[in-house]
């Protein structure tokens, strides 16, 4: 039965029933409400309309009106467009009873899936025929399987309740009693789990083993029979296909006649714009009322951070020898390996220390920890080090506090203040240099002069990392920090900030080494000057790469100008702008580009972003020389 949690597996095989029912649809418009809310506009015969309603982690049906669409559409909404548009559904079907749902659609020649999780915090993932992922709503890489562009989706191979043999075969090893193994191992949950025990008439607390698989096997049918014959109840708490059992208490007044489960769930769950207007009806407070209760929110939330700080730093003491430990090994293997072989190897490790290593942050060298409490810890300072970062949020909150209480006894009403939903990108430490992250999600650095390139090869160039450089007098120095598939994203990026822009050529001959090859130490009688390098050994060589550079402006999840690859910056940004050698110089390029990309927002829009759209921000990416810009798109 669906709760305000979620949809459970019986739910999704009933919807499933509904839409396959509706079949043939043809994907028209997709939305993005909010984060994890997607809406599918699917067209059926004879003119037919469907509204899909995807919450992420919580629900798929069809709704009657979708909420307002936001104004500008999220960058997945416009992938998902681009991608299956216009798309005609070739099938649709549920994994087993997992709370998986997936879509076949077709486009010209090509076959994509759609799929959409609703357990857990959810996604929704496009693939190609063979599973492999173009786009998911939400990146996330898990001990078991990866969630991110060009892994392969894997789906469980073993269907319980899918035949008489699965069936069999899951009691037979199960040592649980009949009722628990079809809830847990069967997934039916438990409300169902029961209804197949009293159809097949066997005690629920008989051993699965002694139970007979035939008799279960048709009560499950059944069940599955009845389900697809929805007739469904809603009752304060729950949502339910079918009356399993009298006594329900329905929601005052709807007598239980919908036309589907669909309609039963879009009343159990309201819709968006409908929690707006009960927000809307409300209690109104005074400003000054308003403003006391965030204070006192603010205050606990600040005790709570305090407190949770506070449990970490006694964590990190506790551990001190194994933190102490892991600092040690990890800093020495970030010396030799990259942080993606560092993380392939302790994957590999089934060392029950290695297997407290939950997470990694190869941007922060940094891992998460379980401790009883996961704790994030940096591997190139000490253990006392580590302490320190989290004793100084305790002084930062400790302060934040103080401030509240006074501001809550000197309190004077201010003018009312807006919220917005745009978030500063956060600064990082290699922002100060050239960078750009490759589609595949590594990232690439370049230095500004001659002072960086010395820099990053002194101090950021590992022994996992790619030494790249435009092979042409005056270049900046690129360093790939870590393994990636896209080559000719990061030999662009080298040519195109290089004396190759400022000869006004279009195309230049790059190559690649390895760390060990790169040297400042010269032969007898040479000079190394400030911000070169001297290469020894085989060289991987790109010849004629094109130059070009696209700046644009991201605002999900965060807000920022970002530059590179064209083709990069084109996937990620709600606008860009391509820049080829030409005739203006760098700073009008900069003033031009950021007039092109203001055009693209609105003025609400705008004054939001002006302490991230600016002159500054643009021209961190315009390359030397002359620049031409090619438009905006």
Known sequence: MATAQGMSGIDVRAVTHELCARLPLWIDKIYQFETRTIGIRLNGENHAKNQLLIEAGRRAHLVKNFPPPPKNPPQFAMLLRKYISGGKVLAIRQHGLERILVFDIGKGTLTYRLIIELFDEGNVILTDESYRIIKPLRHHRFKDRDIVPDAIYTLSSTDPTGSLENLTASLTGDDRDLVRALAVAGMLGGTYAEYVCRTAGIDKSTPASNADPKAVYAAVRALFDLVQHAEPVVSATSCEPVVLARGTDSIPGDKNQFAGFSEALEAFYPMTKAEKVRVASKPKFSQEERIHKYQETAIKKFDDKIKKTQEIVTAIYENYQFIAHVISSLDAASKRLSWQEIEHHLKDTSTADAKRIVAFYPDEAAVEIDMGKKVKIFVHDSVEQNAGRYYDI??????????????????????????????????????????????????????????QNEEL???????????????????????????????????????????????????????????NQVSKTPESGEFVTRGSFIVRGERTYYRDVPVAVGIGLVLEPQAAVIGGPPAVIRSRTKTFAELKPGQYEPNDVAKKVLRLLRQSISPEEEKLLKGILNTEAVAAFVPPGGSDILGTQ
Do not use: C, N
């Open 394 to 451: 305790i002084k930062k909150f400790r302060k934040k506090k103080e401030g509240a209480l006074v501001a809550m006894k000197t309190f004077k009403p201010k003018k009312k203040m807006i919220r917005h939903d745009i978030v500063p990108m956060k600064k990082l430490w290699y922002h100060r240099f050239r960078w750009f992250i490759t589609s595949d999600g590594i990232v690439v650095l370049g230095g500004r002069d001659a002072s």
């Open 457 to 515: 090869v002194k101090k950021y160039m590992s022994g996992g990392d790619l030494f790249v450089h435009a092979d042409v007098h005056g270049a900046s120095v690129v360093i790939v920090k870590g393994k990636t598939e896209k080559m000719d994203e990061v030999a662009q990026f080298a040519a195109s900030y290089s004396g190759a822009w400022r000869s006004g050529h279009f195309s230049a001959d790059v190559f690649s080494a390895q760390p």
